[in-house]
């Protein structure tokens, strides 16, 4: 999934970059196009929020158990959910931004069309 949403935002951006080559009869059609690549995005994010909710539940609870069994398997446990929560950390955070970046790129075409009335949100720091 990460392969597939760098790629793909990179041919939106440079699309995008290119704006004034872009035909104004194709930018409704990129908008939907975005928006249902967003929506498999949050999907996607959805899940993997729930792994690392469920994966740092186990974490917690592996460590209380061991804190009070003291065993060398609960140990193991434990570090192999640390293991495993970190990675799931880190892919979540990939996900959720690289999402924000779509709804950024949403909003620079959709002030790119005519028909449409919306701010170009480009800069999200500037508000």
């Not at 999934?1 to 793909?8: E, G, L, N, S």
């Not at 994010?45 to 909710?53: A, S």
């Not at 434990?78 to 959720?96: R, T």
Request: overall charge negative; charged content about 15%.
């Amino acid at each position: 999934m990460r392969h597939y949403m760098t790629v793909y935002l990179q041919y939106i951006e440079n699309l995008l970059n290119d704006s004034e080559h872009l035909e104004s009869a194709r930018i409704p059609v990129l908008r939907r196009e975005i928006l249902v690549q967003i929506g498999f995005m949050q999907h996607e994010r959805l899940v993997h929020f729930l792994v690392v909710i469920l994966i740092g539940l186990a974490f917690f609870l592996s460590m209380g158990f061991f804190l009070y069994f003291r065993t060398l398997g609960l140990g193991l446990l434990c570090a192999l959910f640390l293991i495993l929560l970190v990675p799931y950390i880190w892919h979540y955070y990939f996900l959720e931004n690289t999402t924000q970046k779509f709804y950024i790129l949403y909003n620079r075409l959709a002030a790119l069309d005519d028909q449409a009335d919306y701010p170009n949100t480009d800069k999200m720091e500037d508000f």
